[in-house]
């Protein structure tokens, strides 16, 4: 069982960057994968970013050159550095993994984003204008 925990969403200038954080806690082996979503309000969940459990890192290519996804094992806590921000990268932000440590890339690929194991409860990006 896995929880997961988002933080560092807030209000942006566009041009400006936010670095969300999100920590894993409970028991767990290593072997699972990553990602971050969002969803813009009246809009679809969609991917944002994902890293399988073997390093490989996966992108939306409306993010692609932006956003950078990493992960501190020593913490448990996943990243994603969000520069050069645009009012349409507004929307709620979420953290979730999965058991199948090669499923991330396959999910932000054009995957299921629904068959994600674990979820966490989001955290607010706005980009203004």
């Known amino acids: 069982q896995l929880q997961l925990q988002e933080s560092g969403g807030g209000s942006v200038q566009a041009g400006g960057s936010l670095r969300l954080s999100c920590a894993a806690s409970?028991?767990?082996?290593?072997?699972?994968?990553m990602a971050w979503f969002r969803q813009a309000p009246g809009k679809e969940r969609e991917a944002v970013a994902g890293?399988?459990?073997?390093?490989?890192?996966t992108y939306a290519d409306s993010v692609k050159g932006r956003f950078a996804i990493s992960k501190d094992n020593a913490k448990d806590t996943l990243y994603l550095q969000m520069n050069s921000l645009k009012p349409e990268d507004t929307g709620m932000y979420y953290c979730?993994?999965?058991?199948?440590?090669?499923?991330?890339?396959?999910?932000?690929?054009?995957?299921?984003?629904?068959?994600?194991?674990?979820w966490g409860q989001g955290t607010l990006v706005t980009v203004s204008s």
């Open positions: 890293l399988d459990s073997d390093g490989t890192t």
């Open positions: 979730a993994a999965d058991l199948g440590g090669k499923w991330c890339s396959v999910v932000v690929s054009g995957g299921d984003v629904s068959g994600m194991d674990y």
């Open positions: 409970g028991k767990h082996n290593n072997d699972y994968c």
